[in-house]
Nanobody, 126 residues
Framework: QVQLVESGGGSVQAGGSLRLSCAAS?????MGWFRQAPGKEREFVAA????????FYGDSVKGRFTISRDNAKNTVYLQMTSLKPEDTTVYYC??????????????????????WGQGTQVTVSS
C-alpha cells in the first residue's frame, strides 16, 4: 500500500503560479494529478512515468502546467503557471506501482491508478 501526501495548494490571483507536490511512501511506476470540481467528474491534469519520464497532459492545461518527478524522493511536482479562475478546484495526486498499458487513454483514466491522495485546494481569483 502506497500513501500519498500532497502539499502546495493555496490561493493566487489569475495569471499567477503555484507548485503542488506529492510525496509517495514507496516506489511507484507512474504518478499523476487529477482535479475535481463539485458535481463534476474527475478530470485528468497530468501524469509522468518513473522509468522514461514520459509526460502526458490534459488539453485544458497543456502549455501552462508542467509535471516532473524526483524518483529518489518518490515525489511528483506540478508547476502551474498562467492560472485561470477556472483552474479553481481540488487537485488530487494519484499513483500506481505498475504501468499496464502504455497509451494516452490509459494515463488519462482515473481507474488506472490504485493510490490517491486526499486532495489539495487551489483557488484562483480574478
Amino acid at each position: 500500500q502506497v500513501q500519498l501526501v500532497e502539499s502546495g495548494g493555496g490561493s493566487v490571483q489569475a495569471g499567477g503560479s503555484l507548485r503542488l507536490s506529492c510525496a509517495a511512501s514507496g516506489r511507484t511506476a507512474m504518478m499523476g494529478w487529477f482535479r475535481q470540481a463539485p458535481g463534476k467528474e474527475r478530470e485528468f491534469v497530468a501524469a509522468v512515468t518513473s522509468s522514461a519520464g514520459s509526460t502526458f497532459y490534459g488539453d485544458s492545461v497543456k502549455g501552462r502546467f508542467t509535471i516532473s518527478r524526483d524518483n529518489a524522493k518518490n515525489t511528483v511536482y506540478l508547476q502551474m503557471t498562467s492560472l485561470k479562475p477556472e483552474d479553481t478546484t481540488v487537485y488530487y495526486c494519484a499513483a500506481d506501482d505498475r504501468v499496464r498499458v502504455f497509451s494516452n487513454s490509459y494515463f488519462r483514466s482515473p481507474t488506472s491508478y490504485d493510490y490517491w491522495g486526499q486532495g489539495t485546494q487551489v483557488t484562483v481569483s480574478s
